[in-house]
């Protein structure tokens, strides 16, 4: 079975958008203020390009060879052998291909939003890294 489905967690999380926006838009000013338009900016993308994951929507993919993910600025797709490691809260989960936990996690994994279909990805995923074990 295979599973496609998009995340966007700006539409999903309106008030959270809404305090982030105001935020950058206040530090944006004060950089406006202090160093000029250009600088002014110059945050304000720095900080939504940053924040990409959350501004922009993600797709994602589950199928019987592997999961994918492709955000604004990257893709990445890890098949199911090489994942080792499986994390999940309510919005989302984590698949590694190490063991252990590492200082690392943060720059490497794969992110999946769940968006509306947490119980359908839990469940996909749950079944395919059951499969893996048992091979």
């Not at 004060?30 to 002014?40: E, I, K, L, N, T």
């Not at 993600?58 to 994918?68: L, N, P, T, Y």
């Not at 499986?86 to 291909?97: I, M, N, P, Q, V």
């Amino acid at each position: 079975m295979e599973l496609t489905w998009g995340a966007h967690p700006l539409k999903e999380r309106l008030l959270a958008g809404t305090l982030t926006s105001m935020l950058i838009l206040a530090l944006a000013s004060a950089v406006f203020a202090s160093a000029g338009p250009a600088w002014g900016i110059l945050t304000v993308l720095a900080l939504v390009l940053a924040l990409n994951r959350f501004y922009f929507p993600s797709r994602f993919v589950i199928d019987r060879h592997g999961v994918a993910a492709r955000y604004l600025l990257s893709r990445k797709r890890y098949e199911w052998s090489s994942v080792r490691r499986f994390l999940w809260d309510k919005r989302g989960a984590y698949l590694s291909t190490r063991g252990r936990r590492s200082w690392l996690d943060a720059h490497s994994g794969l992110t999946v939003l769940f968006g509306s279909h947490r119980t359908e990805v839990l469940n996909l995923i749950r079944r395919h890294m059951d499969e893996v074990s048992t091979r």
